[in-house]
């Protein structure tokens, strides 16, 4: 890695020469960024990412690697993750979609202002469509307002939760199953509650958010009725990067009086818990496609009357109605309507870490001739000149840019893969249940399928030509059903070597197996016939400058046993001054096994390799 604008064209060759004669085959060349760039000692001049003197370097490297035998492989963009740049305008950038809701009542001539849903400019809003429908029984557009709330502890936070008046968060201890937190809801009147949000799994515990260990039960008192517990579900296993609400549906049952209870394993930060008596589809964040989580078929099929669901052949398209972008006249049929204008925008994922100049928007990976752009833009650049005839090849590092939603052709491409048209089922993605929670699931596991095929084949099956056609092999790390929606088997068969992922120390949390899942990457080599499973090995959150070979041997033969066969040292961070600095230049962050040549170690890294 560069890291800031510290380089050193002697420390470079000193660098590539002891990696080499560690028996080390390769390099994988990243430019990042870490703290402040005043803060990284090495060399008086700050070299800046993309200019000439940064060219000219790079070449250097390209060419020492070569003429010492060592392949050169380069990452996508600047940074590790993933696919950006200053190049890419917000046009250009992930897309998702967005709406904003009116509620009207009909019998007469109406004539509105729709909200956008843009509220900054770098969202770069375009407009799709005006939908509306009958207002679904119960559905308000707001949360419920709860009279009083009783629990152990702070009740007030508790109510200050439920009525979205909480500031800051309620800390959970780890409590068990028979001492779960409870929390006693009283409404003014008797309502339905049909829905229970949270905010996200993440956001709990970033250290648990793939087995988040969380049970939720809610029960209902009705008046002279015996008691019904309406919801009693675990918390999905999700993702590090969810960062959306997490809905559950309620069977239906109308009381004054509720009891929810919590049972936690680990830490959990509550900042989010909401009632609604609006119907949504349970988990409709995950099952959408906004982030990946497991899908709940314990709560897909809430006892719920189909007046709380919206009926697909009752949407009114009412695009041709807008007398301009964001004025509506319509002569709307009596009952109580909803109206939704849909878009979509810039999803505001930036590549990095890079230095602040090489920094711009995630490139869009649904469409084809964007993901070509992004290339021509990087690397087919870079090797059309200062790296001609020096790339072996390409790597497709760390996805850190969560889901994607829309492009321009999602409606054909839904066509393609679904057989039907999406247009009238868009709602579904902002959780209303169209027809029937059954139905409502169908589709939306379609458009999970049609994002896969998107990302599989326009993102990572077009870089991969991309690479191919100009003579180099890819490879690239887990993404797909280990951050986006997507099929992990599916997914590498682009790949001429499949990569993974493994940390140290084994205690700790990231070593969890369904962090950074190796088994499906070795299955997928298997199936394709591929002969290596690579891995980033020895990534760390826990720097101590205490780690030695005999630790990191048995960390690698357990993931050995689980398939990896070649392993990528993370991380050798460029040190630009040949003599200085002992034992050498630290990643920074706490981040990555220090892998240096001023080690004390690294003149025994040779019978390291040698073992591996």
């Given at each position: 890695h560069f890291l800031t604008g510290r380089i050193g064209k002697s420390g470079i060759t000193t660098d590539l020469q002891a990696i080499a004669d560690a028996g080390i085959t390769g390099i994988s060349f990243f430019h990042g960024q870490q703290g402040d760039p005043k803060d990284w000692p090495g060399t008086e001049e700050h070299i800046e990412c993309l200019?000439?003197?940064?060219?000219?370097?790079?070449?250097?490297?390209?060419?020492?690697?070569?003429?010492?035998?060592?392949?050169?492989?380069?990452?996508?963009?600047?940074?590790?993750?993933?696919?950006?740049?200053?190049?890419?305008?917000p046009s250009q950038s992930m897309r998702h979609l967005a709406y904003t809701r009116a509620d009207v009542e009909g019998g007469s001539r109406v004539s509105l202002r729709l909200k956008s849903p843009q509220s900054e400019s770098w969202q770069d809003y375009r407009d799709l469509m005006v939908l509306a429908f009958p207002t679904p029984e119960g559905d308000t557009g707001t949360h419920m307002q709860v009279a009083r709330a009783t629990a152990s502890g702070d009740s007030q936070k508790w109510l200050d939760c439920l009525n979205g008046k909480l500031r800051g968060s309620i800390m959970l201890k780890p409590t068990s199953g028979q001492k779960p937190y409870v929390v006693d809801v009283e409404l003014a009147d008797s309502q339905i509650p049909r829905s229970l949000v949270f905010n996200s799994i993440d956001g709990f515990n970033h250290e648990f958010g793939v087995d988040p260990g969380i049970h939720v039960r809610v029960t209902a008192f009705p008046e002279q009725k015996a008691e019904q517990v309406v919801l009693d579900c675990d918390f999905p296993m999700s993702n590090w990067q969810d960062g959306h609400t997490m809905t559950f549906a309620l069977d239906e049952s109308l009381a004054r009086r509720f009891r929810i209870e919590i049972f936690n394993q680990h830490p959990m930060n509550l900042s989010l818990m909401r009632l609604y008596t609006a119907a949504r589809k349970s988990n409709w964040e995950g099952e959408g496609g906004w982030t990946l989580r497991r899908i709940l078929r314990e709560n897909e099929s809430p006892r719920q009357s189909a007046k709380a669901y919206l009926r697909i052949r009752d949407i009114v398209d009412l695009t041709s109605m807008l007398v301009s972008s964001d004025s509506l006249v319509w002569s709307a049929p009596k009952g109580k309507w909803t109206i939704l204008r849909i878009g979509h925008v810039n999803t505001g994922r930036r590549n990095g870490p890079a230095p602040a100049e090489a920094v711009g928007w995630e490139i869009n990976k649904f469409d084809p001739q964007l993901v070509d752009y992004q290339y021509d833009s990087y690397v087919g650049r870079l090797?059309?000149?200062?790296?001609?005839?020096?790339?072996?090849?390409?790597?497709?590092?760390?996805?850190?840019?969560?889901?994607?939603?829309?492009?321009?052709?999602?409606?054909?491409?839904?066509?393609?893969?679904?057989?039907?048209?999406?247009?009238?089922?868009?709602?579904?993605?902002?959780?209303?249940?169209?027809?029937?929670?059954?139905?409502?699931?169908?589709?939306?596991?379609?458009?999970?399928m049609t994002q896969n095929r998107l990302f599989v084949d326009n993102f990572y099956g077009r870089m991969a030509q991309n690479a191919h056609r100009n003579g180099m092999t890819i490879q690239y790390e887990t993404a797909a059903g280990d951050i986006f929606p997507g099929c992990p088997m599916e997914y590498y068969k682009w790949a001429d070597v499949p990569m993974t992922e493994f940390w140290q120390p084994m205690s700790h949390w990231l070593y969890n197996r369904n962090y950074k899942p190796i088994r499906p990457t070795s299955s997928a080599a298997r199936m394709y016939g591929k002969p290596r499973v690579s891995a980033e090995a020895f990534t760390s959150f826990d720097l101590n400058w205490d780690e030695h070979l005999s630790m990191l041997r048995e960390v690698a033969n357990q993931n050995i046993l689980d398939g990896v066969t070649h392993m990528v040292f993370h991380t050798y961070t460029h040190n630009p001054n040949p003599d200085k600095y002992q034992p050498g230049t630290s990643f920074g962050g706490g981040i990555g096994t220090p892998f240096l040549r001023k080690q004390t170690w690294w003149p025994y890294m040779r019978s390291f390799t040698t073992y591996l």
């Open positions: 200019s000439p003197k940064w060219e000219e370097l790079l070449s250097h490297t390209a060419r020492e690697a070569k003429r010492i035998g060592l392949r050169f492989s380069i990452q996508t963009c600047p940074g590790w993750a993933m696919s950006g740049g200053p190049w890419v305008s090797q059309k000149g200062p790296l001609r005839g020096l790339l072996d090849n390409m790597l497709m590092d760390s996805w850190e840019c969560s889901s994607q939603t829309w492009t321009d052709s999602m409606p054909e491409a839904f066509r393609r893969q679904a057989g039907y048209e999406l247009k009238t089922w868009i709602p579904a993605l902002f959780g209303y249940v169209i027809d029937n929670p059954e139905q409502t699931s169908e589709f939306l596991n379609d458009f999970r």
